[in-house]
């Protein structure tokens, strides 16, 4: 099993990015993917959430600026990151919940660094 994030970097406040996580030895489609963030010294919270049947679950402070999609056709999920603000600067990694077998995955991280 690998998910692959990538699309980090550095960016000015007000910037937009857009990460992807690319999955493979899972059966995508009926996985519940989600984002992750975790800052220095903080914990992992979590960012975004789309189920398997398209539903979106978003932590209220990053709801209208970023979005959550995937394309289960590529068994990748994105993230659309947009106005992007300083505290947005973490360590972005993506997960997956498969209900049906109960297990879940992690994949490596992708810095993204906002510069005010």
């Known amino acids: 099993v690998q998910l692959q994030a990538y699309g980090g970097g550095l960016v000015q406040a007000g910037g937009y990015l857009r990460l992807s996580c690319a999955a493979s030895g899972i059966m995508f489609s009926r996985n519940t993917m989600a984002w992750y963030r975790q800052a220095p010294g903080n914990q992992r919270d979590l960012v975004a959430m789309?189920?398997?049947?398209?539903?979106?679950n978003y932590i209220d402070s990053l709801k209208g600026r970023f979005t959550i999609s995937r394309d289960n056709a590529k068994n990748t999920v994105y993230l659309q990151m947009n106005s992007l603000k300083p505290e947005d600067t973490a360590v972005y990694c993506c997960?997956?919940?498969?209900?049906?077998?109960?297990?879940?995955?992690w994949g490596q991280g992708t810095q993204v660094t906002v510069s005010s």
């Open positions: 997960h997956a919940r498969d209900l049906f077998v109960k297990r879940e995955y």
């Open positions: 789309m189920t398997s049947d398209g539903n979106t």
